[in-house]
Protein backbone atom coordinates (compact mmCIF):
# COMPACT_ATOMS: atom_id res chain seq x y z
CA UNK A 1 0.00 0.00 0.00
CA UNK A 2 2.66 2.27 0.81
CA UNK A 3 4.65 1.57 -2.34
CA UNK A 4 1.85 2.44 -4.57
CA UNK A 5 1.29 5.45 -2.30
CA UNK A 6 5.00 6.57 -3.44
CA UNK A 7 4.18 5.69 -7.03
CA UNK A 8 1.53 7.86 -7.24
CA UNK A 9 3.10 10.31 -5.16
CA UNK A 10 4.83 12.62 -8.22
CA UNK A 11 1.70 12.23 -10.20
CA UNK A 12 0.13 14.28 -7.07
CA UNK A 13 2.41 16.88 -7.03
CA UNK A 14 2.11 17.45 -10.51
CA UNK A 15 -1.71 17.93 -10.44
CA UNK A 16 -0.94 19.74 -7.01
CA UNK A 17 1.43 22.32 -9.03
CA UNK A 18 -1.13 22.09 -12.20
CA UNK A 19 -3.55 23.98 -9.57
CA UNK A 20 -1.87 26.34 -7.74
CA UNK A 21 -0.07 27.58 -10.84
CA UNK A 22 -3.40 28.23 -12.53
CA UNK A 23 -4.81 29.97 -9.39
CA UNK A 24 -1.53 32.26 -9.85
CA UNK A 25 -2.37 33.09 -12.99
CA UNK A 26 -5.75 34.14 -12.78
CA UNK A 27 -4.59 36.28 -9.26
CA UNK A 28 -1.94 37.56 -11.14
CA UNK A 29 -2.62 37.95 -14.77
CA UNK A 30 -6.01 39.01 -14.94
CA UNK A 31 -5.27 42.32 -16.03
CA UNK A 32 -3.29 41.05 -19.07
CA UNK A 33 -6.33 38.64 -19.39
CA UNK A 34 -8.64 41.60 -19.57
CA UNK A 35 -6.96 44.08 -21.52
CA UNK A 36 -6.68 41.36 -24.02
CA UNK A 37 -9.90 40.48 -24.20
CA UNK A 38 -10.80 43.72 -24.75
CA UNK A 39 -8.24 44.12 -27.59
CA UNK A 40 -9.95 41.13 -28.96
CA UNK A 41 -13.17 42.05 -28.69
CA UNK A 42 -12.68 45.40 -30.09
CA UNK A 43 -10.93 44.17 -33.64
CA UNK A 44 -12.31 40.76 -33.73
CA UNK A 45 -15.83 41.81 -32.09
CA UNK A 46 -17.74 38.60 -30.35
CA UNK A 47 -17.42 35.90 -29.07
CA UNK A 48 -13.83 36.92 -27.30
CA UNK A 49 -13.15 33.30 -26.58
CA UNK A 50 -12.38 30.17 -29.23
CA UNK A 51 -13.48 26.98 -28.23
CA UNK A 52 -12.51 23.95 -30.40
CA UNK A 53 -12.95 20.51 -29.68
CA UNK A 54 -9.77 18.52 -28.87
CA UNK A 55 -8.66 14.54 -27.70
CA UNK A 56 -7.64 14.56 -23.59
CA UNK A 57 -6.68 11.83 -21.70
CA UNK A 58 -8.15 7.94 -22.46
CA UNK A 59 -9.28 9.64 -25.77
CA UNK A 60 -11.59 11.84 -24.20
CA UNK A 61 -12.83 14.69 -26.23
CA UNK A 62 -12.90 18.20 -24.57
CA UNK A 63 -13.06 21.92 -24.74
CA UNK A 64 -10.24 23.96 -25.21
CA UNK A 65 -10.39 27.55 -24.44
CA UNK A 66 -8.41 30.19 -26.03
CA UNK A 67 -8.30 34.05 -27.09
CA UNK A 68 -9.87 34.00 -30.85
CA UNK A 69 -6.89 35.18 -33.14
CA UNK A 70 -8.64 34.98 -36.71
CA UNK A 71 -11.75 36.04 -38.03
CA UNK A 72 -14.71 33.90 -38.69
CA UNK A 73 -15.18 31.78 -41.66
CA UNK A 74 -13.84 29.13 -43.76
CA UNK A 75 -11.70 30.57 -45.86
CA UNK A 76 -7.50 29.86 -45.32
CA UNK A 77 -5.99 30.19 -41.88
CA UNK A 78 -3.16 33.01 -43.31
CA UNK A 79 -5.76 34.76 -44.76
CA UNK A 80 -8.31 35.19 -41.30
CA UNK A 81 -5.40 35.63 -39.38
CA UNK A 82 -5.36 39.09 -37.96
CA UNK A 83 -2.22 41.06 -36.88
CA UNK A 84 -3.19 41.04 -33.53
CA UNK A 85 -3.90 37.44 -33.37
CA UNK A 86 0.07 37.08 -35.10
CA UNK A 87 1.22 38.89 -31.88
CA UNK A 88 -1.05 36.62 -29.12
CA UNK A 89 0.21 33.53 -31.18
CA UNK A 90 3.75 34.73 -31.20
CA UNK A 91 3.05 35.62 -27.09
CA UNK A 92 1.54 32.81 -26.16
CA UNK A 93 -0.76 35.18 -25.07
CA UNK A 94 -4.24 33.48 -26.51
CA UNK A 95 -3.50 30.55 -24.24
CA UNK A 96 -4.02 32.14 -21.11
CA UNK A 97 -7.55 30.85 -21.06
CA UNK A 98 -6.74 27.49 -20.99
CA UNK A 99 -6.27 28.21 -17.32
CA UNK A 100 -9.71 27.13 -16.74
CA UNK A 101 -8.97 23.63 -18.46
CA UNK A 102 -6.19 23.37 -15.93
CA UNK A 103 -8.74 24.09 -13.22
CA UNK A 104 -11.39 21.68 -14.07
CA UNK A 105 -8.37 18.82 -14.53
CA UNK A 106 -8.75 18.34 -18.69
CA UNK A 107 -4.94 19.51 -19.11
CA UNK A 108 -1.94 19.68 -17.35
CA UNK A 109 0.81 22.21 -17.73
CA UNK A 110 3.10 20.13 -19.41
CA UNK A 111 2.26 17.04 -21.64
CA UNK A 112 1.43 16.54 -25.35
CA UNK A 113 -0.54 19.19 -26.75
CA UNK A 114 -3.75 18.27 -27.14
CA UNK A 115 -4.74 17.41 -31.07
CA UNK A 116 -7.98 17.06 -33.16
CA UNK A 117 -10.15 14.32 -32.90
CA UNK A 118 -9.82 13.59 -36.85
CA UNK A 119 -6.32 13.18 -36.28
CA UNK A 120 -6.80 9.61 -34.06
CA UNK A 121 -6.42 7.47 -37.51
CA UNK A 122 -3.49 8.64 -38.36
CA UNK A 123 -1.50 7.55 -35.42
CA UNK A 124 1.02 4.43 -35.12
CA UNK A 125 0.55 2.89 -31.91
CA UNK A 126 3.39 4.43 -30.18
CA UNK A 127 2.14 7.74 -30.64
CA UNK A 128 -0.82 6.70 -29.16
CA UNK A 129 0.45 6.31 -25.81
CA UNK A 130 0.27 10.69 -25.54
CA UNK A 131 -3.33 9.91 -24.77
CA UNK A 132 -2.22 8.23 -21.51
CA UNK A 133 -1.59 11.41 -19.76
CA UNK A 134 -3.71 14.38 -20.13
CA UNK A 135 -2.46 16.54 -22.34
CA UNK A 136 -0.53 19.62 -21.72
CA UNK A 137 0.09 23.82 -22.65
CA UNK A 138 3.22 23.19 -23.53
CA UNK A 139 5.58 19.95 -23.82
CA UNK A 140 8.71 18.73 -24.92
CA UNK A 141 7.55 19.15 -28.68
CA UNK A 142 6.99 22.63 -28.07
CA UNK A 143 10.81 23.27 -26.62
CA UNK A 144 12.52 21.33 -29.11
CA UNK A 145 11.02 23.84 -31.91
CA UNK A 146 7.77 24.17 -31.71
CA UNK A 147 5.72 24.00 -34.76
CA UNK A 148 8.88 24.47 -36.94
CA UNK A 149 9.41 20.80 -36.22
CA UNK A 150 7.76 17.93 -38.29
CA UNK A 151 5.04 15.24 -37.22
CA UNK A 152 7.21 12.49 -36.83
CA UNK A 153 9.69 14.53 -34.53
CA UNK A 154 6.87 16.28 -32.67
CA UNK A 155 5.08 12.97 -32.11
CA UNK A 156 8.29 10.95 -31.34
CA UNK A 157 9.22 13.77 -28.57
CA UNK A 158 5.75 13.24 -26.93
CA UNK A 159 6.22 9.54 -27.13
CA UNK A 160 9.15 9.75 -25.20
CA UNK A 161 8.33 12.43 -22.72
CA UNK A 162 5.52 9.64 -21.29
CA UNK A 163 8.17 6.99 -21.24
CA UNK A 164 10.65 8.37 -20.02
CA UNK A 165 8.52 10.68 -17.21
CA UNK A 166 10.20 12.66 -14.17
CA UNK A 167 8.60 15.04 -12.50
CA UNK A 168 12.16 17.17 -12.52
CA UNK A 169 11.59 16.71 -16.36
CA UNK A 170 7.87 19.04 -16.44
CA UNK A 171 10.43 21.91 -13.99
CA UNK A 172 13.05 21.93 -17.02
CA UNK A 173 10.39 22.16 -19.57
CA UNK A 174 8.85 24.62 -17.95
CA UNK A 175 11.77 26.83 -17.80
CA UNK A 176 12.69 26.49 -21.67
CA UNK A 177 9.25 27.83 -22.41
CA UNK A 178 10.06 31.07 -20.59
CA UNK A 179 12.81 31.01 -23.12
CA UNK A 180 10.97 30.04 -25.86
CA UNK A 181 8.56 32.05 -25.55
CA UNK A 182 10.59 34.95 -24.95
CA UNK A 183 12.61 34.46 -28.35
CA UNK A 184 9.39 33.62 -29.94
CA UNK A 185 10.90 30.26 -31.47
CA UNK A 186 9.32 27.86 -33.50
CA UNK A 187 5.69 29.85 -33.66
CA UNK A 188 5.22 28.35 -37.18
CA UNK A 189 6.02 26.01 -39.77
CA UNK A 190 7.39 27.26 -43.02
CA UNK A 191 4.79 28.29 -45.60
CA UNK A 192 1.98 28.03 -42.79
CA UNK A 193 1.18 30.02 -40.01
CA UNK A 194 0.95 27.42 -37.14
CA UNK A 195 1.73 23.80 -39.14
CA UNK A 196 0.57 21.22 -41.85
CA UNK A 197 -2.20 19.22 -40.37
CA UNK A 198 -1.33 15.93 -39.52
CA UNK A 199 -4.13 14.20 -41.78
CA UNK A 200 -2.54 16.79 -44.85
CA UNK A 201 0.46 15.13 -44.16
CA UNK A 202 0.31 11.81 -43.91
CA UNK A 203 -2.43 11.81 -46.46
CA UNK A 204 -4.10 8.04 -46.50
CA UNK A 205 -1.39 6.72 -44.47
CA UNK A 206 -4.15 5.45 -41.87
CA UNK A 207 -3.28 3.35 -38.80
CA UNK A 208 -5.86 0.66 -37.17
CA UNK A 209 -7.92 2.47 -33.74
Known amino acids: ?26 FFLWPVMLVTAILVYLRLGSPVFFKQTRIGKNERPFSIVKFRTMHA ?14 VLRATSLDELPEVWNLL ?17 PFYTPRERLRHTVRPGITGLAQVSGRNAISWNDRL ?8 NW ?13 ITVIRREGVSAEGHVTMQRLDDERGGHRHAL
Open 1 to 26: MAANYLKKLPLTIKRSIDVIVALAIV
Open 73 to 86: GDGEDAVRMTRLGA
Open 104 to 120: TGEMSLVGPRPLFPEYL
Open 156 to 163: ELDAKYIE
Open 166 to 178: KLSDDFRILLRTI
